[in-house]
């Protein structure tokens, strides 16, 4: 299975926050790690990954109601 990979605003569209709040969040280790493909300046993240945390969030949420 191939990956999709996404960009910082990506993922900051995809959860409905800034690129600072998932900065906080992944120097805390809450959110998935980023990385630079091929050496590259640019970061990155799997859309599975980040798929996965938002549906562990949703749960979380379903888990306390």
Not at 9 to 14: D, K, P
Not at 34 to 50: A, L
Request: aromatic share 10%.
């Amino acid at each position: 299975m191939m990956e999709t990979l996404v960009s910082k605003a990506q993922v900051a569209a995809m959860i409905s926050y800034s690129k600072s709040q998932i900065d906080r969040w992944e120097s805390e280790g809450k959110f998935p790690k980023r990385f630079r493909p091929f050496g590259s300046v640019r970061v990155v993240w799997v859309r599975s990954e980040v798929q996965k945390w938002i549906d562990d969030r949703i749960a979380e949420r379903s888990s306390t109601d």
